[in-house]
């Protein structure tokens, strides 16, 4: 079989944002951006300009800091939506503008309330309005997985000859299984006459477990892009995931006749970045990302790799930004040592205020924890990118005394919009009555709904990471903190989530259920 290249199209920024409580500033999309650029990601879609000014604003910034890939704003098949992406994209050095309607029968009848051929119309009309502004417009058919495919067939054909260079086929609710997704694409190819002018793409989505498997049989019956998250983040079950597709087809050139340019060293430090700006933990078994991934307890399996790495490993773990590598360096070590080493996994400082900032960070941790590991150097370089000049609360004091056979105590010191105040409330146990002081100063009636502990690195002197889910009047968030103290990191993350929905970062989008 001959070689096919494969479009990488990403929309962590896109739709895996519109998990709920995965809303993400503008810098933090534009940091995200940047890894998937470092990674030679092709197509990076940064937004949904219409749906607030936020995202407007973060589509915007997002097109002008990226050179290397092809920046793409979402927008349904309205004048306003094109119009928002198309200004939106201005500074972009290669914009794309992805359009989108539903078409099938229970969207078209339930959610749009239109007939075929309205939505045929308006179709076309938003792509001929979205090439005034480029000439890379996509057009995508919500739901297809479940249209009929007379109507796709047509729809199709109609979106190509109107200048759509990108036909997208998403499998929006997860409904399909791979053979039949891979007989669909193979059918409207072969069935849609101009199908040659346009390049076929998928976006499937993992209701069913199947997002990869149904994308990659549609790259072989056709496909040429396929769409994609880190960590496979987004709405209801999420989406394809990116590192899965990228490795599958790398590991099996045996099966698939293409491989995509993807740097993938790269991959695992931005599978973290994401991870800790939108407070999402990846689960320990999740597939090249997970810190289970490359790890063998057995002990058959341990005397198996120890003789040949390949008997139980398919990929090397280097090659997708594992290390085994642990920066030896304390509170003595210099300020290059310590840049080099975070240059060699993918981190580079825009200043030397910002370089010096990380590196008071990590000679603080080098005061508390012996050995420092990769792991702590990303955690360094995100808590050094926040922001907290526009914080509402911020953590000043905490003392929390447990002990055998007694309740729990817990006081606690915060900077409430440059105003100190103090609370002290029992608990359960140590976190516990943390989050009660907390709230006695805050009263901010919040719902906790989920509080997860992970240990970023090995040992008893490990930072902990914690992930708490706050949810208030309908509105979903994600605070995360770390500490060598578990319950100063647990605090650090109740904060961060209860500053989060102080700025509001949460917002509805006009379109909730994607494509």
């Not at 494969?6 to 890894?35: C, H, N, W, Y």
């Not at 293409?258 to 790269?266: F, L, N, R």
Request: hydrophobic residues 40%.
């Amino acid at each position: 079989m001959s070689q096919q290249p494969l479009i990488i199209f990403d929309t962590t920024l896109r739709d895996g944002e519109q998990s709920p409580g995965a809303s993400m500033t503008l810098e933090e999309k534009v940091r995200i951006a940047k890894m998937l650029e470092l990674m030679k990601v092709n197509v990076i879609e940064a937004g949904f300009p219409i749906a607030s000014p936020g995202d407007f604003a973060a589509v915007k910034a997002v097109a002008d800091a990226i050179k290397d890939s092809t920046v793409c704003g979402l927008s349904r098949a309205l004048d306003k939506d094109i119009e928002a992406a198309g200004e939106a994209l201005k500074g972009a050095v290669s914009p794309r503008i992805h359009t989108f309607i539903a078409t099938s029968p229970i969207h078209m009848r339930d959610k749009l309330n239109m007939k075929p051929d309205e939505v045929l119309e308006n179709a076309i009309r938003a792509i001929k309005k979205a090439r005034q502004y480029t000439d890379d417009v996509e057009f995508s058919a919500e739901d297809a997985g479940r249209s009929e495919p007379e109507f796709l067939h047509r729809i199709v054909e109609a979106a190509i000859d109107a200048g759509a260079r990108t036909i997208n086929i998403p499998d929006t609710v997860g409904y399909t299984i791979p053979h039949q997704f891979g007989e669909m694409m193979k059918n409207l190819i072969e069935s849609v006459p101009n199908a040659d002018k346009a390049i076929f793409s998928v976006h499937c989505h993992n209701d069913l477990g199947l997002a990869v498997g149904n994308s990659l049989s549609a790259f072989l019956n056709g496909a040429r892009q396929i769409e994609c998250t880190i960590n496979g983040l987004g709405e209801r079950a999420g989406n394809a995931s990116l590192e899965e597709i990228v490795m599958a087809v790398r590991t099996r050139q045996d099966v698939f006749p293409c491989d995509t340019g993807i740097d993938a060293t790269h991959i695992v430090p931005t599978s973290r970045l994401v991870s800790r700006i939108t407070g999402f933990p990846v689960q320990p078994n999740k597939a090249i990302v997970g810190k289970n991934a490359f790890a063998h307890e057995s002990g058959i399996h341990q005397d198996g790799v120890l003789k040949s790495r390949e008997t139980y490993e398919i990929m090397r773990a280097q090659d997708v930004g594992w290390s085994d590598n642990q920066i030896v360096l304390g509170k003595h070590s210099g300020r290059n040592a310590f840049k080099t080493r975070l240059k060699e996994i993918g981190f580079t400082f825009e200043t030397d205020e910002a370089l010096n900032q990380a590196f008071q960070k990590f000679k603080n941790l080098a005061d508390r924890k012996h050995e420092i590991f990769d792991e702590d150097l990303l955690l360094i370089v995100s808590q050094t990118h926040e922001t907290t000049e526009d914080d509402s609360y911020e953590l000043i004091y905490s003392e929390v005394c447990s002990e055998t056979g007694e309740t729990p105590v817990a006081k606690i010191t915060l900077k409430i919009d440059g105003e100190e105040a103090s609370g002290t409330a029992n608990g359960g146990g140590p976190v516990d009555a943390v989050f009660k002081a907390i709230e006695l100063v805050v009263n901010s009636n919040t719902e906790l709904k989920l509080y997860s502990v992970n240990n970023i690195t090995s040992g008893t002197d490990s930072q902990g990471e914690v992930t708490v889910q706050l949810q208030k009047n309908g509105d979903v968030v994600y605070g995360y903190g770390a500490h060598t103290d578990i319950v100063i990191a647990s605090a650090r993350a109740y904060i961060d989530a209860l500053n989060k929905l102080a700025a509001s970062i949460t917002r509805p989008h006009p379109q909730h259920d994607g494509i």
